[in-house]
């Protein structure tokens, strides 16, 4: 069985899986929803193995449902189930940090091995690869606030600003916590390694989709 909440926007209905940060996907209604994250485990594999976890769920299973918005239909989850309010030990915010630095190191290689132009979207749109880099990037550096984590904007190809951010949020990650928000008006560690991994991720297989 695999534990997973849904967040239920007025068009669209998220399934994100409690226990994978990542494994996350939005369709038309529960049942739809439900369906996509199935289709996506065989994807989700890569996540995991690179973080050197065996990975073969079983059934999704609806543990909470929480209320969406338009947000949840332009195509982000960003409620914060009632379940991430519990303590975090030390097993599970290191297991959750080594999946978000696997989707950190599978999104490096799928960019470095992806062409500058990708394939428009169906109505013309999509970033191309360098933009979406830069798009995850600063992402990355909203979302670290939510945890205590500030850095100053730096250029895409800055490695060495970039891996300090990545640490900095991975030394946070990693620590046993309450289960209540990391910092004044800020995100539960689960709710923050879901969300952070989830952005990475959903952009690995975008990225994968469109190219030419």
Not at 94 to 120: G, I, M
Not at 186 to 212: F, K, N, Q, S, T
């Amino acid at each position: 069985m695999t534990d997973v909440y849904l967040e239920i926007g007025p068009k669209k209905v998220f399934a994100c899986s409690l226990d994978w940060p990542g494994w996350c996907r939005v369709g038309k209604g529960e049942e739809g929803a439900l369906e996509r994250l199935e289709e996506y485990a065989p994807r989700y594999r890569v996540i995991a193995g690179r973080a050197g976890l065996p990975f073969e769920p079983g059934a999704p299973v609806v543990v909470e449902r929480v209320p969406g918005d338009a947000m949840t239909d332009f195509g982000a989850p960003f409620a914060v189930p009632g379940l991430d309010a519990r303590p975090v030990d030390a097993p599970v915010a290191e297991r959750d940090t080594a999946l978000v630095r696997a989707a950190w190191e599978v999104f490096d290689e799928v960019a470095a091995a992806s062409p500058a132009e990708l394939r428009k979207g169906p109505r013309g749109g999509g970033r191309d690869r360098d933009k979406m880099i830069s798009h995850v990037i600063e992402a990355e550096r909203s979302y670290a606030r939510k945890i205590g984590v500030r850095h100053k904007p730096f250029r895409p190809d800055d490695a060495v600003a970039l891996a300090a951010m990545r640490d900095d949020i991975a030394e946070v990650l990693s620590k046993p916590s309450d289960g209540g928000p990391l910092v004044p008006g800020g995100w539960p560690a689960r709710y923050a390694a879901r969300r952070i991994a989830w952005h990475v991720v959903d952009h690995i297989w975008e990225m994968e989709d469109r190219r030419l």
